[in-house]
């Protein structure tokens, strides 16, 4: 029998023990149950703010119909045949609304004016918008009104600046033709002042562009949801914060229920073989839409990586370049995205390895505290944080919350997990990397194929300006050369950099059919600016790291032979229209690109704090913030410039938060690159970071001109770069202090 530790006390005629108080101890506790209260309170009161919101929400009073009048004043509605207007010759005017008529040049004329004198603050106007290209200029005594966009150089037909914005809004198009929307244009101090407004129509003949004017008369605005969407954050910020303080001194770190079963067979080559048979069945099921197929594959899978998590989220990685085109059917006549099942299983299943049937980790060499700070992870979830409040503010808030739990939500819950794994056991630790980075390598090599096959058998390509441009499973190739050129870097420096026969002839098999199929997207911003940055990171990178070394330059040439071999792959294509006109910025491409940010800066101008929106950047543009330059490409979903999209799509602190979170990563690769504490040239911790460093800085470039996060894989993909980069950084850190 173990002899009594000291403070053990007898309580009354039943043994107990009480452990004594630790220093400290009472202060943790306090902190736990403030957290706790701070997070029921936050609920309580961000749920009552909600539905308050709501309710208020339901009971918006219909607005009025309108009636002619010969004096707008406060309050009132008038219809378009009211005498209190002044049309410029040819509009047609009756009690539905006005319409003008199509002038000899619809391009440097505006198709009429309307005038009118008005006595209040607010001014709206009921318009006809639907699929049809028109757009309107809006005075007020002279001056821009207020409540519109008001883009520089974009003059009404006076050369006077003016509120502007487009008829053109799709998703409000009815059967039987445009649909109605009243629209606040103007807010004034002044309570008893007239005032006299000028309304200029372009183009929008035949769709009776304006249907009635209001002042004073729409509802008020119901109270905004983001305070008690931030109230539900900060709960979720309380709890977070309980969990992270709760006392685990006493918890046991050994196997409970099954675990000394499934450390047996973690340990045996049967769990590797039954995560294979799991993928190959899951990838039948869903290629032949079978069901059962596929859901005992994923099952098969989820108990395999019961014991180990990695097997999963390689699964994951390997069928990231799939996701756009495939779903898993795992019921009858019903899918699930590829994503949503992978990122939420990866959180289960970690769970379960976490705080079920297997045994806790213990800290040690190679090992990281489960609660050691990662900033990588703690800039994710503000990220995420954020992109929930602005969300909650947009005027498509569906469609904001979709892409929230598509990208950012997924982002956070695959960061979670990986985390996890990533700082398992030191046992397990390399060769789970590995897995890891080999499953991502091979799925971007294995969609490579298919983009090649697809090339030679000018199947599903995309013929524009002169080239044929291969796609793969996405829905643009400019959208597979995203994700390719991050994988080809990183596979380009393994194949370059590393010892071992074997792997290298495997790294350079991939990077020839990853460059192959890359080519073949004849994506611009890929190759003639990603992939370039790319390669100078990584010989930059090398040439530091073998100089240090005192080792051969030899790789040195090879890169830039890669390189050669890459301008000279693309050689027969620069006659092409596509590459002819790269520099012409006064038409085509480049010039409808700088348009673009001209509106995008306005509109991050005019949405500062919440922007419009996840995925609102759409509806905003072509509706309001597209110059009518521009009007040949309406239909674009983001800025095509990294930071103008962190700005409009989550404003200022998202932007902020999204910036930091790519300097941090960078920092965080370069940093462990800088103090890889292997000397030997050909290893893997030096030539893993350079890769990662060197993929990071091809996708910021890249994303000056294009996409960079906000699609479901490449924030995904960047979650994965900068947490691998800092959980090694960390394990290091942690060797050494050991």
Same mark, same amino acid.
């Given at each position: 029998?173990?002899?009594r530790? %000291?403070g053990?006390?007898t309580?009354?005629?039943?043994?107990?023990?009480?452990?004594?108080e630790?220093?400290?101890?009472?202060?943790t506790?306090t902190?736990?149950?403030?957290?706790?209260?701070?997070?029921?309170?936050?609920?309580?009161?961000?749920?009552? #703010?909600?539905?308050?919101?709501a309710?208020?929400?339901?009971?918006?009073p219909?607005?009025?119909?309108?009636? $002619?009048?010969?004096?707008?004043e406060s309050?009132?509605?008038?219809?378009m045949?009211?005498?209190v207007?002044q049309?410029?010759?040819?509009?047609?005017?009756?009690a539905?609304?006005?319409?003008?008529?199509?002038?000899e040049?619809?391009?440097?004329?505006?198709a009429?004016?309307?005038?009118?004198?008005?006595?209040g603050?607010?001014?709206?106007?009921?318009l006809?918008v639907?699929d049809?290209?028109?757009?309107?200029? *809006?005075t007020v005594?002279?001056q821009?009104?207020?409540?519109?966009?008001?883009?520089?150089?974009?003059h009404?037909?006076?050369?006077?600046?003016?509120?502007?914005?487009?008829?053109?809004a799709?998703e409000?198009?009815?059967a039987?033709g445009?649909?109605e929307v009243?629209v606040?244009?103007?807010?004034?101090?002044?309570?008893?002042?007239s005032?006299?407004a000028?309304?200029?129509?372009?183009?929008?003949w035949?769709?009776?562009p304006?249907?009635a004017?209001a002042?004073d008369a729409l509802?008020a605005?119901?109270p905004?949801?983001w305070p008690?969407t931030?109230?539900l *954050?900060?709960?979720?910020?309380?709890a977070?914060?309980?969990?992270?303080?709760?006392?685990?001194?006493?918890?046991?770190?050994g196997p409970?229920?099954f675990?000394?079963?499934f450390?047996?067979? &973690?340990?045996t080559?049967?769990?590797?073989?039954?995560?294979?048979?799991?993928?190959?069945?899951a990838?039948v099921?869903t290629?032949?839409?079978?069901w @059962?197929?596929?859901s005992?594959?994923?099952?098969?899978?989820?108990?395999?990586?019961?014991?180990r998590?990695?097997?999963?989220?390689?699964a !994951?990685?390997?069928?990231l370049?799939y996701?756009f085109?495939?779903t898993l059917?795992?019921?009858?006549?019903r899918s699930?995205?590829?994503?949503d099942i992978?990122t939420l299983?990866?959180?289960?299943?970690?769970?379960?390895?976490r705080?079920?049937?297997?045994?806790?980790?213990?800290?040690?060499v190679?090992?990281?505290?489960s609660?050691?700070?990662d900033? +990588?992870?703690?800039? +994710?979830?503000?990220?995420?944080?954020?992109?929930?409040?602005? %969300?909650?503010?947009? *005027?498509?808030?569906?469609?904001?919350l979709?892409?929230?739990?598509?990208?950012?939500?997924?982002a956070l819950?695959?960061?979670?997990?990986?985390?996890?794994?990533l700082?398992l056991?030191a046992?397990h630790?390399?060769?789970?990397?590995?897995l890891?980075?080999?499953?991502? !390598?091979?799925?971007?090599?294995?969609?490579?194929?298919?983009?090649l096959?697809?090339?030679?058998?000018?199947s599903?390509? +995309?013929?524009a300006?002169?080239?044929?441009?291969?796609?793969?499973?996405?829905?643009?190739?400019?959208?597979?050369?995203?994700?390719?050129e991050?994988?080809?870097?990183?596979?380009?420096?393994?194949?370059?950099?590393?010892v071992?026969?074997?792997?290298?002839?495997?790294w350079?098999?991939?990077?020839l059919?990853?460059?192959?199929?890359?080519?073949?997207?004849?994506s611009?911003?890929?190759?003639?600016?990603?992939? $370039?940055a790319?390669?100078?990171?990584?010989?930059i990178g090398?040439?530091?790291?073998l100089?240090?070394?005192?080792?051969?330059?030899?790789?040195?040439?090879?890169?830039?032979a890669?390189?050669v @071999?890459g301008?000279i792959?693309?050689?027969?294509?620069?006659?092409?229209?596509?590459?002819?006109?790269?520099?012409?910025?006064?038409?085509g491409?480049?010039?409808?690109r700088?348009?673009?940010?001209?509106?995008? #800066?306005?509109?991050g101008l005019e949405?500062?704090i919440f922007?419009?929106?996840p995925?609102?950047?759409l509806?905003?543009?072509?509706?309001?913030y597209?110059l009518?330059?521009? #009007?040949?490409?309406p239909?674009?979903?983001?800025p095509?410039?990294?930071?103008?999209?962190?700005?409009?799509?989550?404003?200022?602190?998202?932007?902020?938060i999204?910036?930091?979170?790519f300097?941090v990563?960078?920092?965080? @690769?370069?940093?462990?690159?800088?103090d890889?504490?292997l000397?030997a040239?050909?290893?893997?911790?030096?030539?893993?970071?350079?890769g990662?460093l060197?993929?990071?800085?091809?996708g910021?470039?890249h994303?000056?001109i294009?996409?960079?996060?906000?699609l479901p894989? @490449?924030m995904?993909?960047?979650t994965?770069i900068?947490?691998l980069?800092?959980?090694? *950084?960390?394990?290091?850190s942690?060797?050494? &202090?050991?």
């Amino acid at each position: 029998m173990l002899p009594r530790p %000291a403070g053990d006390v007898t309580i009354g005629p039943m043994q107990g023990t009480r452990k004594p108080e630790r220093a400290g101890q009472s202060h943790t506790i306090t902190r736990l149950q403030l957290a706790v209260v701070a997070s029921i309170l936050c609920v309580l009161a961000g749920s009552w #703010w909600i539905r308050n919101a709501a309710n208020l929400a339901r009971q918006t009073p219909e607005i009025s119909e309108p009636s $002619p009048t010969g004096r707008l004043e406060s309050g009132q509605i008038a219809s378009m045949n009211s005498p209190v207007f002044q049309y410029s010759p040819g509009w047609t005017v009756d009690a539905t609304g006005a319409d003008p008529a199509e002038p000899e040049d619809p391009w440097q004329e505006p198709a009429g004016v309307l005038t009118f004198d008005f006595n209040g603050q607010e001014l709206a106007l009921k318009l006809a918008v639907g699929d049809y290209w028109g757009y309107l200029y *809006v005075t007020v005594d002279g001056q821009p009104v207020t409540l519109m966009p008001v883009i520089p150089g974009n003059h009404n037909a006076r050369g006077e600046m003016a509120g502007y914005r487009t008829f053109y809004a799709p998703e409000m198009a009815r059967a039987d033709g445009p649909g109605e929307v009243w629209v606040r244009v103007d807010q004034s101090d002044s309570t008893n002042r007239s005032h006299r407004a000028r309304i200029e129509i372009w183009r929008a003949w035949d769709q009776i562009p304006i249907r009635a004017v209001a002042v004073d008369a729409l509802p008020a605005k119901t109270p905004p949801l983001w305070p008690g969407t931030a109230l539900l *954050v900060a709960s979720a910020l309380f709890a977070a914060a309980a969990w992270y303080s709760r006392d685990t001194s006493s918890r046991e770190a050994g196997p409970t229920g099954f675990a000394p079963a499934f450390n047996h067979i &973690a340990n045996t080559g049967w769990l590797s073989i039954a995560a294979g048979a799991g993928l190959l069945l899951a990838i039948v099921g869903t290629l032949l839409s079978n069901w @059962l197929v596929c859901s005992a594959g994923l099952g098969l899978l989820a108990l395999a990586s019961i014991a180990r998590p990695v097997y999963w989220i390689a699964a !994951l990685l390997f069928a990231l370049p799939y996701y756009f085109t495939l779903t898993l059917p795992l019921l009858p006549n019903r899918s699930f995205g590829l994503i949503d099942i992978g990122t939420l299983g990866a959180l289960v299943l970690v769970g379960i390895h976490r705080f079920g049937w297997v045994p806790r980790v213990k800290n040690g060499v190679g090992t990281i505290r489960s609660n050691h700070f990662d900033p +990588i992870l703690t800039l +994710i979830a503000a990220i995420a944080a954020w992109a929930l409040i602005s %969300a909650s503010e947009a *005027v498509y808030a569906s469609v904001a919350l979709y892409e929230w739990r598509t990208i950012f939500l997924a982002a956070l819950l695959f960061g979670i997990a990986l985390r996890y794994v990533l700082q398992l056991s030191a046992s397990h630790s390399e060769s789970d990397r590995m897995l890891l980075l080999f499953a991502w !390598l091979a799925g971007a090599t294995s969609v490579s194929l298919i983009a090649l096959w697809q090339y030679a058998s000018d199947s599903m390509l +995309i013929t524009a300006e002169g080239v044929r441009r291969a796609r793969a499973l996405y829905g643009s190739p400019n959208n597979l050369a995203l994700y390719l050129e991050r994988s080809l870097i990183v596979t380009i420096a393994l194949a370059l950099l590393t010892v071992g026969g074997r792997w290298r002839l495997l790294w350079g098999t991939m990077v020839l059919i990853q460059g192959a199929a890359l080519l073949f997207t004849f994506s611009k911003g890929s190759l003639l600016l990603g992939v $370039p940055a790319g390669l100078l990171t990584l010989w930059i990178g090398t040439f530091w790291w073998l100089r240090r070394e005192k080792a051969s330059l030899r790789p040195l040439w090879w890169l830039a032979a890669i390189g050669v @071999l890459g301008l000279i792959g693309l050689t027969p294509f620069l006659a092409t229209d596509r590459f002819k006109q790269l520099f012409d910025l006064s038409s085509g491409t480049g010039y409808l690109r700088l348009l673009l940010w001209r509106s995008s #800066w306005q509109m991050g101008l005019e949405q500062p704090i919440f922007g419009v929106g996840p995925d609102n950047f759409l509806y905003a543009y072509r509706s309001w913030y597209i110059l009518p330059q521009a #009007w040949q490409e309406p239909n674009l979903n983001h800025p095509h410039n990294w930071i103008l999209d962190w700005w409009t799509r989550l404003g200022a602190p998202g932007l902020l938060i999204g910036t930091a979170f790519f300097c941090v990563g960078l920092f965080v @690769l370069w940093r462990g690159f800088r103090d890889s504490s292997l000397k030997a040239v050909g290893a893997l911790e030096p030539v893993l970071y350079l890769g990662l460093l060197a993929a990071s800085v091809t996708g910021l470039v890249h994303g000056l001109i294009d996409a960079s996060y906000a699609l479901p894989d @490449l924030m995904l993909v960047w979650t994965w770069i900068f947490l691998l980069g800092s959980t090694s *950084v960390l394990r290091q850190s942690r060797n050494i &202090a050991d």
